[in-house]
Every structure is written in C-alpha cells, then in structure tokens.
C-alpha cells in the first residue's frame, strides 16, 4: 500500500507545483502585454531621438522576464541559452555612452525576437491557466458531488458540470466520476502544457545557428587566448625551474669536477671530497628534474591513468582525503592532465586557503561528459570572480570546453564542479 502511495504523492506534489508555475506563466503573459506595447512605444519614439532615455531600463526589464521562462523552459528539461550579444565594455557614462548602449540594444537581433515573444506570449502565455482551470473545475464537480448541489436545486432546476444536470444523487454521482476524470487529467496534462511552453521559449528565445556560431567563435577566440597564456606560463615556469634549479646544480657540478682536478694528486682527501660533494648535487640536480617532469605531466597519470592519480593526490595529502572515482575507460591524456591540475591545486587550496580537515573527490564519466567534484569542509568564500588560482583552473578547463562551478558560501563547505566533454576509451594499465 505504501509503495502505491508514494509515487502518487509525489506526481500530486508536481502537479501542484506545475500548476503554480503555470499560473506565473500565465502571469508573466499579462505582463507581457505591457511590455510589448512600452517596449515598442519608446523605439518609435527613437526616431525622434526621446525613446533613447528609457530603452535601456525597459530592455533589461524585458530580458529578466525573458530569462525568467528560460529558466521555466530549463525546469521542463528544454534548456534555453541567452542568446544576447555581449554589452561593449567600458561604456562612456554620459550621453555618448548612453547612445552606445542603445545602438548596442536596438543591433541586437535578440532585442527583436524578444519582442516577438512578448507578442506572441501575450496569447500562448495563457495556456500557463490551463492546469488551474481544470484543478478549479475538477473541484467543482467534487463539491457538487459532495452535497452542494441540493441547495442549488431548490429552484427545480439543477446545476450543469460537465453533459450532467445535477438535480439527484445519481446525477450527482456522474458529476462526482466526471470531475474525478478531470482531477486525473490534470494529474498528467500540466507537465504537457508546460513542455509544450518550454518549446515555444526555446523557438524564440533561444540562439539562432547564426548566433550560436557567433558565440561559438568568440568562445573560441577567448580560450585560444587563454591556452596560449596558460602555455606562455607554463613555459616561463619551466625555464625559471630549469635556469633556477637543476642548471645552477649543472654548472656547480661542472667547477666542483674541476676543482676535483686540480686537487687530484695535490690534495686526495679533499678531491675525494669535492667528489662526494659532487655525488650530492648529482642527485639533487637528478631530483629536481624528476620534480620539474613531474610537474609538466606526473608518471603516475601516464602509467596508471586518471583514476589512480586522483587516488594518489588523496593520498598525499594530509586532509583527510576520500576519492571515488568511476571511470571505466582511458580518458585523451590532455584532458587528465588539466583535470589532475585542478584538482592538485583545489587540495592545495582547500589546505591553505579554507582550513579544510576532510577533502571528497568524486570523479566518473557520463553522457560524453566528464564529471568531477572536490568538496570540502572550510571556511568557505571561494570567488571566482577574485582572480585568485580558480580563474586559472577555469581558463585551464575552458580550452577543452570544461566549465567550472563553484558553490562557496560564507562558513562553508566548498563544492567544486567540473565538466569537460570527451570520450572513453579503453583503460589504461599499469607498465611492467
């Protein structure tokens, strides 16, 4: 009985919220008249330049309601991007600036699109009512099945739901079986009548092939920049490590032999000394190199692959550290390499930076897609937007097309997402 109940709960809890959701639609349609006819109003009257002063406010109240059925449409499964150009940076606060922002509006193809849907929703928007109207007349029909319907008939005549005149118990009976026939209705027709919406957003709300190639294109151009960057860096570290480290260990070596030399049959106990010190800065210039090739790409990520260099970074960290990680195939060593990083320097961060004691990373592949998260129990506060090392990351990820989410309130935790999208392929094993 309890196995019955439970999933009709939770579809009459969605179809509860689908109705409230429908009735802002809906809503949103009557505002949507105003809108329209503002909006339109003051681009007219930029022909004679006075639309100018309140194009911009009524752009950006058009466009919140506009992303506000975005996010309706997401909540249906159809998600919708903003497909707006981006605004012109620093724009002159004056009226030179102001007549920029307009230019950039009224340029827009987006601006026009969204005041077709503004028109178009004055109509479709009303559909959002639908799951109400048939809540409210499948009620009816139960209170009139209930007894309501006696004092309605005193008149002698009875009142009509449905094809039935209630004037008798047996009509109302019917009522009663007909309004439940409703309720089942609106059981199912609500997440209908808002996917069917979702469409329509996504129809003219969305980006057209054109835009998106435009915003294909500025994405790439920006993420080219930034791989170049990250390179340059990655360069200059190298050569720093190398000039700084196992070069000036060269160079010590070279004169330390030399002083070996010259001090080979004056002096055997010190040229056996300068040997020893000679072996020491061998070694140590040995192992500076291994560092700095551990740095370009870890031996553990190209013999073992992803999985057990996440398992090996939890290791050695002294956080508490707990990886799960399900990847049933090889991912392109790129995209582990940029992964791996990530998450190394998201450690750090959390050891440093968030005076974190326990570290979960979660890792697996789904949809063509690679998916990882490292959450932790900090302080918290970690911005994006404060060009701090996440920028890097998430320039570092942004040249696969990965994105980087971060949740970071005031006092904690900290949840770090990431997504690249790439393919399996076989796993990798471990050499002889």
């Not at 140590?284 to 090739?293: G, T």
Request: proline fraction near 6%; include cysteine.
């Amino acid at each position: 009985m309890t196995s019955v109940a439970v999933p009709w709960r939770g579809r009459l809890g969605r179809a509860a919220l689908d109705t409230l959701v429908g009735v802002a639609v809906a809503t949103g349609a009557l505002l949507s008249v105003v809108l329209f006819v503002t909006t339109a109003y003051f681009i007219i009257l930029c022909l004679i330049g006075i639309g100018f002063l309140a194009l911009p406010y009524l752009t950006r109240a058009v466009r919140r309601l506009c992303d506000l059925n975005r996010r309706v449409a997401a909540r249906s499964g159809v998600p919708v991007e903003r497909p707006y150009r981006p605004e012109p940076e620093e724009i002159e606060k004056d009226i030179v600036g102001w007549m920029r922002r307009c230019k950039w509006i009224l340029a827009d193809p987006a601006t026009w699109r969204d005041l077709l849907w503004l028109l178009l929703n004055c109509a479709v928007g009303l559909l959002g009512f639908v799951p109400a109207g048939l809540l409210y007349y499948a009620g009816e029909g139960l209170v009139l099945a209930g007894g309501l319907w006696q004092p309605l008939a005193e008149d002698g005549q009875g009142r009509w739901y449905a094809s039935v005149t209630v004037d008798s118990w047996p009509a109302a009976t019917a009522a009663g079986l007909l309004a439940l026939a409703v309720l089942t209705g609106w059981l199912f027709l609500g997440p209908l009548v808002l996917k069917g919406y979702a469409y329509f957003v996504r129809l003219l709300l969305g980006p057209t092939r054109q835009a998106q190639l435009a915003s294909r294109v500025q994405h790439l151009s920006e993420t080219r920049s930034g791989a170049l960057d990250i390179q340059a860096a990655e360069l200059r570290r190298i050569e720093r490590d190398l000039h700084d480290g196992a070069q000036a260990r060269l160079v010590s070596l070279g004169l330390q032999l030399g002083a070996v030399d010259r001090k080979m049959n004056q002096d055997p106990d010190e040229a056996r000394r300068l040997l020893r010190q000679a072996r020491t800065s061998s070694v140590q210039a040995l192992r500076e190199l291994r560092d700095l090739v551990h740095g370009i790409h870890p031996p553990v990520l190209a013999e073992r692959g992803l999985a057990d260099a996440l398992r090996a970074l939890g290791l050695a960290s002294p956080l508490q550290v707990t990886t799960v990680v399900d990847l049933p195939g090889g991912l392109p060593d790129p995209v582990e390499s940029a992964v791996y990083f990530a998450v190394s320097e998201l450690l750090t961060n959390a050891l440093k930076h968030a005076d974190a004691q326990r570290v979960e990373i979660v890792a697996w592949h789904a949809d063509g897609t690679l998916h990882a998260r490292v959450s932790d129990d900090g302080r918290g506060g970690a911005d994006l937007s404060a060009g701090s090392g996440l920028e890097g990351i998430r320039r570092r990820l942004a040249s696969f097309d990965g994105i980087l989410e971060t949740d970071s309130p005031p006092g904690g935790p900290t949840v770090m997402k990431m997504e690249l999208p790439c393919a399996l392929s076989s796993p990798k094993t471990s050499s002889s």
